[in-house]
């Protein structure tokens, strides 16, 4: 599912194409625009996935986790949808008043996949967020994209997100990576 | 000085603030409570052969628990006999041995020291290995969940749980070949004292409808009319809450198992076709709640949801301070489809990006966090919902509460809990043991409303 392969790297225009698509998500994310976001940005066979991943010893024979496996996110679309819909309630206690949420995307690395209009996107994040008085987080780690041309822009269609920590340190993880 | 009558008022139905705060109070708990009773360790699925390890935590000190060689389960602590550093640094996994990275000093499966480097030329061989095993801490299963406790004078962990293994066992035996728990957990830091979830997965259905309020607008289903505390129900008809000895207890939602799953069809069928199992093998009481949903909590720390089928330990890292542990509840005979669709429900509501589980999080921190103001410190928390409206029920051991939202197993949470906090040894609290439940005086209370009802149905 989140195998498709990375071929040969895209060229300069579509590296700058790609990386500014990158940007204007974290735009969207960081000024809540989370249904623009989702109508625009996010493909409706999206599989947005964040696996749990153990601490094991180098010799642990063990596979990688799989989609089938425990994961913080292993949502479709609708399951993406039900998640910006809350925010939309008015009752999520927690955002009034709300998070300021900051996302550094770097490292953006993008490759050409056996379809034409598919690219797997590979980048790195810190977000980082703040609420009530000093309240403060940091969720550092990695994406594997897969982003689709639709139009005159992208759509996400595979994201498997990595993070460095074992145990999160924060209350949850209710943001968009 | 720690006056525990003071700090836990039973008869009021009152606790201290300090009890979400004070380092002395926390250090009391430690030695008392996490150093004496039964504490979740793992799962036997989690364990199944020989050299099977996962690392945990008992209270502060970290545990290994490990499958050795004779099939038995054994744990012991994380900490090298020679100078105290960990002995495994790996969250599970298969091992034959334990090194320790610092000077390689060998442990078996069972914590023996069998090997130690230089130790014919630097120790003249006159080390004596027999008495530097690490140390052991009891294990015990029941219906599969291994349990440890550092006290040997400790009642069995059938006798700790005993009538909450009642209920406990609608589950975990009556519908089939019963549970596992897939992991790995989820892992997270909540800056709240350790009680505070505790106590809310005990007994607080009250919290449901309001804290909630957004998730159960958007998730709809059976328990999305509780969002806003708007729907005009009648909750006293609605489902019980049970506290048992010892301070285990729980509330349950009648016929909402799967109240909040949103793909249900494998779950919903599973339930259909065990639901008469439970019933020929337990008896009708226990399947009237076997299709419940249940807030539960195994005192100290280990709590769970049945239905939505989240199970959660709290580690306390200092008072005001835990880390949080998800693992999924599954039954064993459900189909790999059923089990990967409960898995998916149960980390999408209560996992730690869960719609529901966001919405707890600031309530706990802050609950203890404003006591760091000594003004608001020396004030009452109070959990008076329900009384009187409460007692022993024909058909179900321990307290039962009038409704699944009221705080019958918060008074019998914080009444074990300053019981345990108060005595010297585990025969002073034995000594209680008939008369633990006399701060429910109302004994009629389900003698005289059972009555009522049956002559309401006869008229």
């Not at chain 2, 419940?292 to 720390?301: A, D, L, Q």
Request: proline share 3%; net charge negative; with cysteine.
């Amino acid at each position: 599912m989140h195998n498709i392969e990375a071929k040969e790297r895209v060229s300069m225009a579509l590296h700058y194409d790609l990386s500014q698509h990158s940007y204007q998500e974290a735009s969207l994310l960081q000024n809540r625009e989370f249904s623009t976001w989702l109508e625009t940005f996010v493909a409706k066979d999206v599989h947005y996935w964040m696996p749990v991943v153990e601490r094991r010893y180098v010799k642990d024979k063990r596979s990688e986790p799989t989609p089938y496996d425990m994961a913080i996110f292993n949502d479709n679309y609708d399951e993406v949808k039900q998640r910006v819909d809350r925010l939309g309630t008015g009752t999520v206690w927690m955002e009034n008043p709300p998070s300021s949420v900051r996302y550094l995307i770097t490292n953006i690395e993008a490759f050409h996949t056996d379809k034409e209009n598919e690219f797997v996107v590979l980048s790195n994040f810190a977000i980082i967020r703040n609420r009530s008085q000093l309240e403060h987080s940091e969720h550092v780690g990695c994406r594997r994209d897969v982003l689709r041309k639709v139009g005159d822009g992208y759509q996400l269609v595979r994201r498997k997100i990595t993070l460095d920590a074992r145990v999160t340190e924060d209350k949850n993880l209710y943001i968009f990576f | 000085m720690i006056n525990m009558d003071k700090l836990v008022d039973v008869e009021n139905s009152t606790q201290s603030k300090q009890v979400f705060w004070d380092q002395d109070i926390y250090d009391r708990e430690l030695e008392r409570i996490f150093g004496r009773c039964w504490l979740f360790l793992a799962h036997e699925s989690q364990l199944e052969k020989p050299g099977d390890f996962f690392t945990t935590k008992m209270g502060e000190d970290s545990v290994i628990v490990v499958r050795h060689t004779d099939g038995s389960l054994k744990a012991f602590l994380n900490s090298c006999t020679h100078r105290g550093n960990s002995v495994c640094t790996a969250d599970s996994g298969n091992s034959k041995s334990f090194v320790c990275n610092y000077h390689g000093w060998v442990f078996g499966t069972d914590g023996a020291l069998v090997d130690v480097p230089l130790k014919e030329k630097c120790y003249h061989d006159e080390l004596d290995m027999s008495k530097l095993s690490l140390p052991s801490v009891r294990v015990e299963s029941y219906r599969g969940f291994v349990f440890g406790c550092f006290d040997e004078t400790a009642p069995s962990l059938a006798d700790f749980l005993g009538d909450w293994g009642w209920y406990l066992d609608t589950w975990m035996v009556g519908a089939g070949e019963g549970v596992e728990l897939i992991g790995p957990p989820m892992k997270s830091i909540l800056k709240c004292n350790w009680k505070v979830p505790a106590e809310n997965f005990v007994g607080d259905g009250y919290h449901v409808g309001w804290t909630h309020a957004s998730a159960l607008e958007m998730l709809g289903g059976e328990l999305g009319a509780l969002a806003g505390n708007r729907a005009n129900m009648p909750f006293d008809e609605l489902g019980i809450q049970v506290t048992t000895r010892h301070g285990h207890g729980f509330g349950v939602i009648d016929h909402a198992a799967i109240g909040i799953h949103e793909k249900r069809e494998g779950y919903a069928k599973f339930l259909q076709q065990t639901l008469p199992v439970v019933a020929e093998k337990l008896g009708q009481p226990r399947a009237n709640i076997y299709d419940g949903h249940w807030n539960c909590t195994t005192f100290p720390n280990c709590s769970f949801l049945y239905g939505t089928n989240i199970f959660k330990v709290w580690h306390p890292r200092g008072p005001h301070e835990i880390e949080v542990w998800s693992w999924v509840i599954v039954h064993k005979d459900m189909d790999d489809e059923t089990k990967k669709e409960v898995v998916k429900q149960a980390v999408r509501s209560f996992g730690t990006a869960g719609t529901l589980e966001s919405d707890d999080g600031d309530n706990m921190v802050n609950s203890t966090r404003n006591n760091q103001g000594g003004h608001t410190r020396s004030n009452n928390m109070d959990s008076r919902m329900g009384v009187g409206h409460e007692g022993p029920h024909p058909d179900y051991p321990g307290i039962v509460g009038s409704s699944f939202i009221g705080e019958t197993s918060y008074r019998g949470f914080y009444r074990f809990y300053q019981e345990i906090m108060s005595a010297e040894s585990w025969d002073e609290i034995r000594a209680n043991d008939e008369q633990w439940a006399d701060c429910f005086p109302n004994k009629d209370y389900w003698k005289d409303r059972l009555a009522a009802k049956s002559k309401g149905g006869d008229q």
